[in-house]
């Protein structure tokens, strides 16, 4: 019968992490062979990432150094997810109230195995957005006279969730703005001194790697900073999971909202909330739940109906991840940022928005020519960069220090790609002076 047959190609591609796709050959010869030629992660290795970057079908009409918006898929998992799209297009219900339970279940658990928590602690979600909103609106231990901080690098549409959410409870909003330039030390003493100004806080919004800048803050030591005052904090890590090495335990936080198809290169649609065991009650069950006194985490998120492909092609996304290790991802990411950064850092007409310190960013960073803080300014900026040179950037704005434009290497990109950044910029800034 040829849906059983289906059903058995789905379950071992779902418990293989290949999705069924020629066996995983498309995916597993290339990458076994380019790991084999390079046993120890490298970051500078051109060969073995000119091999990774093979696996993407990249368009030649620009130079793409805006890859924050969403993650592409490498070749093998767009392959896993069209063959996922015409299965349940021809099967519908017949397949999805009969096994897709099932087969989503195991996909469930391979995610939760790959973040280090447990499946009872994890919901799908179609976005990290969809999955703060649940996160911060549901939250319920905060009321009249208290206080929720947000800073201003934190995600435009998590600072209008907190907003509203606050407004809702009779809370109020403190707000800061996080140090620039940034350090460390002067990270955490803001929040420190946040905390200890406003004794009525009793939640925080912490974004670990802000969309802005790219700055990436310690999210363990401020987390614990609130806890022993008795605030909670909810964690964005939209932009931190797959362009940093961590898992959940990592952070030590109790609610996360988290994007699979950024770094991890899911198809479009995918994202995660996190509760901590023995957290769920701090969160409301969503208004269209059926069982409001369920202790689920399911409960927490009503979502509608999903892209039921695109979930099930989540453990194709994993197995390309793993097969080129998170410590080699990382370092790559970083190294493509630190290479543009090195050629334009001793320009005093060009001001980088993260420092140097390897705890405080990933591959993600912005800039601006020193004293044009106005959006118009760094709109023509990234216009030109794109009109003259080739190389997509965007504009960021949302700082209190004024707009930037930022750049996001992906791991198809080359030194040669962000060298050029980097010529593009020194050149820009030499025609200001003139």
């Not at 009249?144 to 209008?160: R, T, V």
């Not at 987390?223 to 605030?231: D, P, Q, T």
């Amino acid at each position: 019968m040829r849906s059983a047959i289906d059903r058995r190609r789905v379950l071992g591609g779902v418990a293989t992490g290949i999705g069924g796709v020629a066996g995983g050959g498309g995916l597993a010869a290339p990458l076994r062979a380019a790991v084999a030629r390079s046993p120890v992660p490298d970051a500078g290795d051109e060969q073995y990432w000119a091999r990774i970057a093979a696996q993407y079908d990249v368009t030649d009409d620009v130079t793409q150094l805006e890859n924050g918006n969403w993650g592409m898929m490498a070749r093998p998992v767009l392959a896993t997810y069209q063959e996922h799209v015409a299965r349940v297009n021809r099967d519908t219900s017949f397949y999805a109230r009969r096994g897709m339970g099932a087969d989503l279940r195991q996909v469930r658990e391979q995610v939760a195995r790959f973040l280090r928590a447990d499946v009872e602690e994890i919901v799908f979600t179609r976005n990290a957005t969809e999955a703060l909103k649940a996160l911060i609106g549901g939250y319920n231990r905060i009321g009249a006279g208290e206080a929720a901080l947000i800073a201003d690098l934190d995600y435009d549409s998590m600072q209008d969730a907190m907003v509203s959410a606050m407004a809702r409870r009779g809370a109020e909003i403190v707000r800061i703005a996080l140090p620039e330039p940034a350090s460390h030390a002067n990270i955490l003493a803001a929040y420190e001194a946040a905390f200890d100004r406003h004794p009525r806080l009793r939640l925080v919004l912490l974004t670990h790697i802000s969309h802005r800048t790219g700055l990436q803050i310690p999210v363990r030591d401020i987390v614990a900073m609130a806890r022993e005052r008795g605030i909670d904090a909810i964690v964005d890590a939209a932009h931190s999971l797959g362009q940093v090495d961590f898992a959940l335990p990592d952070l030590d936080a109790d609610f996360v909202g988290l994007n699979l198809h950024k770094w991890i290169g899911a198809p479009l649609g995918v994202g995660a909330a996190y509760i901590r065991r023995g957290r769920i009650a701090a969160i409301d069950p969503d208004i269209a739940d059926d069982d409001p006194g369920s202790g689920a985490i399911d409960s927490r998120v009503h979502t509608g109906t999903l892209d039921f492909a695109a979930l099930l092609s989540v453990p194709a996304a994993l197995r390309f991840q793993e097969t080129i290790t998170a410590p080699r991802r990382a370092a790559r990411l970083r190294a493509l940022r630190n290479r543009w950064v090195a050629g334009v850092r001793e320009d005093r007409d060009i001001e980088v928005l993260t420092p140097d310190d390897p705890r405080m960013h990933a591959g993600m960073t912005a800039f601006r020519m020193r004293g044009q803080t106005s959006a118009h300014e760094n709109r023509a900026l990234a216009a030109q960069l794109l009109d003259r040179f080739g190389i997509f950037t965007v504009l960021r704005t949302g700082l209190d220090s004024g707009a930037c434009v930022r750049v996001t290497p992906a791991l198809f990109n080359s030194m040669a790609d962000v060298d050029a950044l980097a010529g593009a910029l020194r050149q820009i800034a030499e025609e200001r002076r003139a």
